[in-house]
Structures are given as structure tokens and as C-alpha cells.
């Protein structure tokens, strides 16, 4: 066996090369995510300090829903999709962990603190979301399974129609009046259209989609943010009153189902990449659309958790990838 030494031999391997494509997809991955939290607490200021300019926009927030849901197709490719066939235990257990933890955490924290009734259906409605856009980004941060991360958002967001109708009456109708029939329809028309449609685009223009793919997170985080913005100038007038209890809310909400995302994994006896994965696809929410719901079906004071929802947990998101990137990883 040859020894190793400061200068490699002509018997000696070369390093492995960094490869550049990954080298550049997790410099823009950090970049993104250092700035999307920006952009979405400059947006929930302006909304807060100009409502007049953006409360006019409160129609539009279905359409905006819509492109992002259309640029999250456009990033799916058949082997995501076949990869929840190759491992149909651990995306099952992300998708049951996911529609279990979170609306089950947003209605006994909503009891628990006393919330009113629409900001208890709002909290409530944000858990009943699929898994959250920017939850790969994260994985991919955090060294986890990405692949599983993908799997599991895709799936999530494919059967919302009807889990997160059923699940927000079922646990917010003591509340408000819940009407699960124009909810499915709304979730069709915004969610999953959309994302079907970004498939087939990707699938029949792929040298098109491929030129502009680089562009996908940032046009997502600039629509996010510009909901953001409207929902909190809905809200403007009660965000002084009801902005402590919300924030409280939605850090105890999101901190649940990071730690009981994970926890999940590990029950489940995944690995720790599959556990990494897991923490973020419980508890990263898809809150444009939980805002785009609660903006339509109930009031723009019901929104304010989602609001809220998506400025914290990318936030914390962000941090808790960074703390797991920073440990090394068990199995």
C-alpha cells in the first residue's frame, strides 16, 4: 500500500474535481436563502407602512399563487416522481408526519393561546398546507435528502385538493363556517393546474424551460414577497394589536414541526439525511397559498399567520440548515 504524501506520485489518484455545476447550484442555493427573508420582511414593511398601494392587488393573489406553483412544475422531472415508487416507505411517512403534525400543532396551539376565531382558522389553515416551496432549498443546505425532499413536496402538493379542504374543516370548523367545496376547487385552479402545467412544459419545451430554470427561485421569491406584502396591508390596521400573539403562534408552530419532522424521521428508522430532509417537509409550510385561502374564503386578518408564517420560517429555516450543514452527519 503506497503512503500518502504532500505531492501525489504518478501511482498516486488524483483528487476528486469539484464539480462545477453543483459548486455554482450551492452558491446560489446560500445566496437565495440569505436573501429571500430579506426580501420578504422589506415587502411585509411596505405593506405595513403603504397599504394603499397594495391592497388594490389583493385580487391578483390567486394568479400570483398560480406562477409560483407553475415555476415549482417546471422544476419537476419524471425521476422525481419515481423516486417515490423506489422508496415508497419514507415518502409515505413524510407526507402522513407532514398532515398530521402541522394542523394537528396549529389547532392546540390555537386553543392553547385563545386565539380568535380568525386568526385560530388562519394558524389552523397554514398547517393544512402542503409542504412549503423553498423546503428543498433547504435540505439541499442543511446535507439532507434532497430526493426525498422533492419526492415529498411534489406529492404533498398533489393531493392538497382534497387533504387540506378536509383536514381545515374538520379541525377549524368549530370556529368559522368552512366551505371545503369551493376550497377544493380554489386549489385546483391555483395549485395544481399550474403545477401540471409546468410538468408538461418542462417535458415538451425542455430547452426552452432549461434557459430559464436559473431564474426560477428568484422569480418565486419576488411573487412570494409581493403576497406577503398585500396580505400584511389587508391586515395593516389590526397588525398592531394582534401582531405579538401571531408571531408567538407562528414561532411555536413552525418550531414543532422542524423538531417533530425530525423526531418522525427517526422513529421511522430513516437515515440521517432522510431525518434532515424530513424536519423541513413538517415544517415549512406552503403559506402563499394558506394565504391565498384565507384572503378568499374567510378575511385579510385570517392571512396574517400565513404572512407571518412565511417570513419566520424562512428564517429559522435558514438557521437550522446551517446548524445541521455544521454537524456531521450520524449514519
Request: some cysteine.
Amino acid at each position: 500500500m503506497l503512503e500518502a504524501t504532500n505531492t501525489p506520485s504518478k501511482t498516486e489518484e488524483p483528487a476528486a474535481p469539484v464539480n462545477p455545476a453543483l459548486a455554482a447550484e450551492a452558491k446560489i442555493a446560500r445566496i437565495a436563502v440569505t436573501v429571500f427573508p430579506l426580501l420578504v420582511v422589506v415587502a411585509g414593511v411596505l405593506g405595513f407602512l403603504i397599504p394603499d398601494l397594495f391592497k388594490p392587488m389583493g385580487v391578483a393573489v390567486p394568479y400570483l399563487l398560480g406562477v409560483i406553483m407553475f415555476c415549482m412544475g417546471l422544476t419537476l422531472t419524471p425521476p422525481d416522481f419515481a423516486s417515490v415508487a423506489r422508496r415508497p416507505w419514507a415518502v409515505a411517512l413524510g407526507i402522513v408526519a407532514h398532515y398530521v403534525i402541522m394542523p394537528g400543532a396549529g389547532w392546540l396551539i390555537a386553543v392553547l393561546l385563545q386565539l380568535p376565531p380568525e386568526l385560530a382558522v388562519g394558524l389552523i389553515l397554514v398547517g393544512c398546507a402542503p409542504s412549503g416551496t423553498a423546503s428543498n432549498v433547504m435540505a439541499f443546505l442543511a446535507k439532507g435528502d434532497v430526493a426525498l425532499s422533492v419526492a415529498v413536496a411534489s406529492v404533498s402538493t398533489l393531493i392538497a385538493p382534497i387533504v387540506t379542504p378536509t383536514l381545515t374543516l374538520f379541525l377549524a370548523g368549530s370556529f368559522l363556517h368552512i366551505d371545503a367545496g369551493a376550497m377544493v376547487m380554489d386549489i385546483v385552479k391555483t395549485v395544481l393546474l399550474p403545477v401540471i402545467a409546468g410538468l408538461l412544459a418542462r417535458l415538451f419545451l425542455s430547452k426552452l424551460v432549461a434557459k430559464v430554470l436559473p431564474a426560477l427561485p428568484w422569480a418565486s421569491a419576488v411573487v412570494i414577497s409581493l403576497i406577503v406584502a398585500i396580505v400584511v396591508a389587508g391586515s395593516a390596521s389590526k397588525i398592531v394589536a394582534a401582531g405579538a400573539i401571531v408571531f408567538l403562534a407562528v414561532v411555536l408552530h413552525n418550531g414543532f414541526g422542524l423538531g417533530l419532522g425530525y423526531l418522525a424521521g427517526k422513529l421511522g428508522r430513516l437515515d440521517d439525511k432522510a431525518r434532515r430532509a424530513l424536519a423541513f417537509e413538517v415544517g415549512m409550510q406552503n403559506s402563499g397559498l394558506a394565504a391565498t385561502l384565507a384572503t378568499a374564503h374567510f378575511s385579510p386578518l385570517a392571512a396574517l399567520p400565513s404572512a407571518v408564517f412565511s417570513l419566520w420560517h424562512n428564517i429559522s429555516g435558514a438557521i437550522v440548515a446551517a446548524w445541521l450543514a455544521r454537524r456531521p452527519l450520524k449514519d
